[in-house]
């Protein structure tokens, strides 16, 4: 067993972390620049040091294991760290190359999305060697990694009480979002009228989502009874679609998955309306050099131009 990394394993790991990037040896030669049987080769002396089987290979197409997805997520937060590492040493002698990691939350909408590669090409543009790594986190691991140093800046709401290792960035872009339910759902029929005074809604199942503030599930003298929580909205949006839960959800994400679904907002929508404030993340550890100062300054414009 592996008891301390030495560079032949850093080498070793950039190997097994290009192929399950890739989903496949075949696909990683290009990016390795080696040849297949040099790839299985480290692959295999990988596993004898970590005595572990990362990767199924034959017929059957590449598989990763259960040890194989852990040591690759561990081994992204590692290069990530090491990315940001090297960048950030070079920036103290004015060098302004290298890749920076840009983290989105899960399920922001393809308008943001677009605005944020507009922002990716103009500070590619601006700074011609630096590159730039796209990754997606849920919602209650955004705080987490603008702390870990994995990445330099993370685009996401934030609903809680801001921490101050962290700092925020406004985008003057606000995310909203109320209570739906499916058409198939008992409240279904009070889409278009205000519930009831005997209609209790603390009385039907509701989904929440990990990481989300508690007061969001709390409007004036009513609670929502939180039965079960997924990790994002779009998983949220599937529970509600059973017809067993009622559940928060932006508005972006009824609009565009929902409205072919037959999506209701219950009450008129105007049940447990919620404003989420949409920010530019980073650790303070972070040195924000002038790379990462244009990138946040064209991510806050091209996100709320996206939205007008």
Not at 124 to 130: E, L, T
Not at 254 to 265: I, M, N, R
Request: glycine share 6%.
């Amino acid at each position: 067993m592996l008891n301390r990394l030495q560079e032949s394993d850093i080498k070793l790991l950039r190997v097994f972390y290009a192929v399950a990037s890739c989903n496949g040896f075949t696909a990683a030669e290009p990016v390795l620049r080696m040849q297949r049987p040099n790839i299985s080769a480290a692959i295999k002396k990988l596993e004898e040091r970590l005595d572990l089987v990362l990767c199924h290979r034959g017929r059957g197409g590449f598989q990763m294991t259960k040890e194989g997805e852990v040591v690759f997520q561990e081994t992204k937060r590692i290069f990530n760290a090491f990315d940001n590492f090297v960048f950030n040493l070079k920036s103290l002698h004015d060098d302004y190359s290298g890749h920076i990691t840009l983290v989105l939350m899960a399920g922001l909408p393809l308008s943001m999305h677009l605005a944020v590669s507009k922002a990716v090409k103009s500070t590619m543009k601006k700074f011609d060697d630096i590159h730039v790594n796209i990754q997606t986190r849920l919602y209650n691991e955004v705080e987490h990694v603008a702390l870990s140093g994995e990445c330099h800046l993370v685009i996401s709401t934030y609903d809680m009480v801001k921490p101050e290792s962290v700092t925020f960035h406004p985008v003057n872009v606000t995310c909203s979002g109320r209570l739906y339910c499916s058409p198939t759902h008992p409240l279904a029929k009070y889409r278009d009228t205000d519930l009831p005074e005997d209609v209790k809604i603390g009385e039907y199942p509701a989904i929440g989502i990990s990481g989300l503030s508690s007061a969001n599930y709390i409007e004036d003298d009513q609670r929502l009874a939180i039965q079960t929580f997924s990790d994002s909205f779009e998983a949220a949006l599937s529970a509600i679609m059973t017809g067993e839960y009622i559940g928060l959800l932006p508005d972006y994400i009824a609009k565009e998955q929902g409205a072919s679904l037959g999506l209701v907002p219950i009450a008129k929508g105007s049940l447990f309306n919620f404003d989420h404030d949409l920010f530019v993340m980073n650790g303070k550890n972070t040195r924000l050099n002038p790379v990462l100062r244009h990138c946040i300054k064209e991510l806050t414009y091209f996100i709320s131009e996206s939205q007008k």
